[in-house]
């Protein structure tokens, strides 16, 4: 392999896993935060992209503001599952509401398989995202390279939502400890819901650029990304935002170099991220950047 | 008598009407009231193997779908004739040993249990060195890694393709008799010490640990034996439909499998086996749901596929939402029960 085919295969892997990194941050705050792994939120990130499918087909909107609604919206099915499926099994055993989460994320799965059917339909790429950029003797889709682009501006927003609004705050108090923080006056249920919307919207934004990608969407697409996303929140240290953001590199580089390093193993890659969780649980359960968690 | 041998004679007298029950529908039932039978058997096997580790021993885990797929693929190829591999495997011909080997049933069963479960007893040694929501998404993970291998080892599984032309074995002697021995397996080991030991660990790992429970081990024990009994299940799943795929073996399969448990109650072998009746019966009825119905010749309501999946979603939300502990709870059926019941009702009239 060439230095120009590893560079060009190093961009995709950062790529692709900037979209892992995208959808991991909704996992990570909401496990940060209630201990549990939303199983729904891949196929809520497979919701926006039927969200925007529709905006740009249906309405004929231009393809950003579909691309908002589409995050407004999902942010609003993230709060709702919130509030409607988990908020009543808060004090409930937390297998209870892990079942309940896989229940969603059927639901949802199906209920698309119902209404929009299973036949894969084919996503519009915007035309700033079609050209392929040449670098000398590397090649990279332009989508490429904007997805990094459009994903740091967004990790951006979320240092400032984290760590300097008052908003984040108090999520970072909710995630050190749910008893004491509404003794200080703050509403955990509305820190809750802001954090599933901000996740949810954060995944749309992810979702909607890996249905550019490959450009289709069909209503089971989350379920591999919504795993490797999982796989690289705990791989950074689940309940770390910057860490689900630097597992998904980890992930998403590995992953594309291994195929291109060996083509014959490309049908593995899917068990590839598994493989990869088994071996951080058993050596390093905190992940890369996690604190020690009391039991 | 003692209740004790009252309780005994009681269940050998019903296994017997049981047994009596298979016979008729041999006889008389038509074919498709028999699967749907062999179909109950093999969900009640499922479900209280699967109900021994996620309810009685409090570890959620959601791979049943791998060891199911381990037992199938293994007895099937073993009861595969050496002419029907050559002519199913278009891509990759068969591996040596595999080609030419064809067993019996029994024995291709029992070796799809036993593969089953070393894979299980591997398995466990990393899996329970995790816990709670952790150990579910690395059991689901060794689900899928599965379903992977099984799609690419064209030698051995024929990939994508799967196995057609499976022998169809599995009768109902089959599929109620192995329904009975995990039954009668499972309930004589929750009612022994290691029984006690198990519902020791569900509910406080610690302090069970600080009891002398090696809880490690009996976790691995309960793992090892429910991959066990769900690959024989397998083997006989797969010689009851004939056509083994990777894609049956996805997680809708444990989907189905948690349902089943949840509903019936986690931690109570009688739920499990209610609710996998009523699952397996219940998923029938609401075919209907997908087909179009024709109201008095005058209205036709076109069918809606997949919506039977969406119906049983809500109804485990709904569960988990309104009734947590299921039909059951943790509660058994006892034939002291049963003779309780009806003296209240005797004295009431």
Redesign the interface.
């Given at each position: 392999m060439t230095f120009q085919l590893f560079i060009q295969q190093l961009i995709n892997g950062i790529s692709l896993g900037t979209l892992y990194g995208l959808i991991a941050i909704g996992y990570t705050m909401v496990?940060g935060i209630l201990?549990?792994?939303n199983f729904a939120h891949a196929d809520v990130m497979m919701m926006s992209t039927y969200f925007a499918f529709f905006g740009i087909s249906m309405f004929a909107l231009p393809w950003w503001v579909a691309a908002i609604i589409a995050m407004i919206l999902t942010a609003l099915l993230g709060i709702m599952i919130d509030q409607g499926?988990y908020r009543?099994?808060r004090r409930?055993p937390?297998?209870?509401a892990?079942?309940?989460a896989?229940?969603?994320s059927?639901?949802l799965e199906?209920?698309g398989?119902?209404i929009f059917g299973?036949r894969p339909k084919a996503f519009f790429r915007p035309e700033i995202f079609r050209p392929v950029w040449q670098f000398g003797k590397i090649h990279v889709l332009s989508l490429s390279v904007y997805t990094i682009f459009i994903t740091l501006i967004l990790l951006v927003f979320v240092y400032i939502i984290i760590y300097r609004a008052r908003i984040g705050m108090a999520m970072r108090a909710v995630s050190r400890d749910m008893q004491t923080v509404p003794l200080m006056g703050i509403d955990v249920n509305r820190v809750i819901a802001f954090t599933f919307g901000m996740g949810s919207a954060l995944a749309a934004a992810g979702g909607i650029l890996w249905a550019m990608k490959y450009p289709q969407i069909e209503p089971l697409m989350g379920?591999f990304p919504g795993?490797k996303a999982?796989?690289a929140a705990?791989l950074g240290g689940i309940g770390n935002v910057f860490g689900a953001v630097i597992g998904g590199f980890i992930l998403g580089i590995t992953e594309i170099l291994l195929v291109a390093f060996f083509p014959e193993l490309s049908?593995?890659r899917?068990?590839f991220?598994?493989?990869l969780?088994?071996l951080v649980?058993?050596f390093r359960?905190t992940g890369i950047m996690g604190e020690e968690l009391p039991e | 008598m003692t209740p004790k041998t009252r309780d005994r004679w009681l269940t050998y007298l019903s296994v017997l009407a049981l047994l009596g029950i298979l016979l008729l529908a041999q006889e008389y039932a038509d074919e498709y009231q028999v699967r749907i039978l062999n179909m109950v058997a093999i969900y009640i096997t499922l479900a209280v193997s699967y109900n021994l580790i996620n309810g009685v021993t409090g570890q959620?885990s959601l791979e049943p779908n791998a060891f199911v797929a381990l037992g199938a693929y293994t007895a099937s190829l073993l009861t595969l004739t050496a002419s029907e591999k050559e002519m199913s495997f278009i891509i990759d011909p068969c591996i040596w040993p595999l080609s030419v080997i064809s067993i019996p049933f029994l024995p291709a069963v029992i070796i799809g249990g036993l593969i089953a479960a070393f894979f299980g007893f591997l398995m466990g040694f990393?899996v329970f060195?995790?816990r709670?929501?952790?150990l579910?998404?690395?059991t689901?993970?060794?689900g899928?890694?599965i379903r992977?291998?099984a799609?690419?080892l064209q030698s051995v599984t024929n990939g994508p393709l799967g196995l057609k032309g499976i022998a169809p074995y599995t009768n109902l002697w089959w599929s109620w008799g192995l329904a009975l021995i995990t039954l009668f397996v499972i309930n004589r080991l929750v009612k022994s010490s290691y029984g006690r030991a198990l519902k020791a660990i569900r509910q406080n790992e610690l302090a069970a640990e600080s009891m002398g429970i090696n809880a490690f081990r009996h976790k691995l024990l309960a793992f090892t034996l429910s991959a066990f009994f769900e690959g024989m299940a397998g083997a006989l799943l797969a010689h009851l439909i004939t056509t083994i795929s990777p894609m049956l073996f996805t997680?809708f399969l444990t989907?189905n499998l948690?349902i089943i448990i949840?509903i019936g109650g986690?931690g109570s072998i009688t739920g499990s086996v209610l609710a996998a009746i009523a699952f397996a019966w219940g998923s029938e009825l609401l075919r209907a749901v997908e087909e179009p119905m024709n109201i008095l010749g005058l209205l036709t309501i076109p069918g809606?596929?997949?919506?039977r999946?969406?119906i049983?979603?809500?109804i485990?939300?709904v569960v988990?939402?309104f009734a947590?502990q299921g039909f059951m709870g943790r509660r058994e059926f006892t034939w002291q029960w049963l003779f309780d019941r009806m003296h209240i009702k005797e004295s009431g009239l």
């Open positions: 496990y201990r549990l792994i499926a009543p099994l409930a937390r297998i209870s892990l079942i309940t896989i229940g969603v059927f639901l199906n209920l398989l119902v299973s379920i795993l999982f796989v705990v049908g593995y899917d068990a991220a598994f493989l969780l088994i649980l058993l359960p | 959620f990393p060195r995790v709670g929501d952790y579910a998404i690395v689901l993970g060794f899928e890694v992977v291998v799609n690419n997680f989907f948690l949840t986690l809606i596929p997949g919506m999946m969406v049983f979603s809500i485990l939300i988990m939402l947590r």
